[in-house]
């Protein structure tokens, strides 16, 4: 077994592409495996590929969230299938169905106890808009009212299909945040107050 010997890199060196390509390129040589690559990228792609849902089935579009858990549709083949009844162990809350006013302070607190980053998902006619609910007094005219929505399903209800398509684009927003040497887009920016003399 090769001894290897690792270097110092000046700092101006790190924005050379060519100087760190070398680099690994010698020590590959001396028998080290080298994988290059972005943190981010690793970690979003196992966060993007292990999202538990936290289930809010309130009416029909529910019955069609079952669907998709089952054999035929199968939703564990995008790393869905954990379904969670607790709001701390959940990435996300599926907002299935009629949202009422008298539930709208539940589904906050569930929100609100969930862990940072969470996601929110509104699925079907009434989650998005009300639905044929609309114009009752005692309907939300959609979820974002309370909770801001990452993705929207539409439909009443939507098919199984939908379902998965939804999911599928809440995984490829979750790609590609920052989780490193950024801003996560659930953290906001302190607002610097300006001082004129």
């Given at each position: 077994?090769?001894?290897?010997?690792?270097?110092?890199?000046?700092?101006?060196?790190?924005k050379d592409n060519e100087t760190l390509e070398k680099i690994v390129?010698?020590?590959?040589?001396?028998?080290?495996?080298?994988?290059?690559?972005?943190?981010?990228?690793?970690?979003?792609?196992?966060?993007?590929?292990?999202?538990?849902p936290l289930t809010?089935?309130?009416s029909c579009c529910g019955i069609e969230y079952m669907a998709v858990g089952a054999a035929r549709y199968d939703m564990a083949r995008?790393?869905?299938e954990v379904t969670?009844?607790?709001?701390?162990?959940?990435?996300?809350?599926m907002v299935?169905?009629?949202?009422?006013?008298k539930m709208a302070p539940v589904l906050k607190r569930l929100y609100d106890q969930m862990a940072d980053p969470k996601y929110v998902i509104a699925v079907g006619g009434c989650a998005v808009s009300g639905g044929p609910f609309k114009n009752s007094y005692h309907v939300l005219n959609g979820v974002e009212e309370i909770l801001p929505v990452d993705?929207?399903?539409?439909?009443?209800?939507?098919?199984?299909?939908?379902?998965?398509?939804?999911?599928?684009?809440?995984?490829?927003?979750?790609?590609?945040?920052k989780f490193f040497g950024g801003v996560n887009r659930q953290e906001q920016k302190p607002i610097e107050?300006?001082?004129?003399?």
């Amino acid at each position: 077994m090769k001894k290897v010997k690792i270097k110092s890199i000046p700092y101006g060196d790190f924005k050379d592409n060519e100087t760190l390509e070398k680099i690994v390129e010698e020590l590959r040589a001396n028998g080290t495996n080298v994988v290059t690559g972005v943190l981010d990228d690793a970690i979003n792609w196992g966060r993007s590929n292990s999202l538990w849902p936290l289930t809010f089935a309130t009416s029909c579009c529910g019955i069609e969230y079952m669907a998709v858990g089952a054999a035929r549709y199968d939703m564990a083949r995008f790393g869905f299938e954990v379904t969670r009844a607790s709001p701390r162990q959940a990435d996300f809350i599926m907002v299935a169905g009629t949202i009422v006013h008298k539930m709208a302070p539940v589904l906050k607190r569930l929100y609100d106890q969930m862990a940072d980053p969470k996601y929110v998902i509104a699925v079907g006619g009434c989650a998005v808009s009300g639905g044929p609910f609309k114009n009752s007094y005692h309907v939300l005219n959609g979820v974002e009212e309370i909770l801001p929505v990452d993705v929207y399903i539409p439909g009443c209800p939507p098919r199984p299909e939908a379902l998965l398509y939804g999911m599928m684009q809440l995984q490829r927003k979750v790609k590609v945040e920052k989780f490193f040497g950024g801003v996560n887009r659930q953290e906001q920016k302190p607002i610097e107050e300006k001082t004129e003399f």
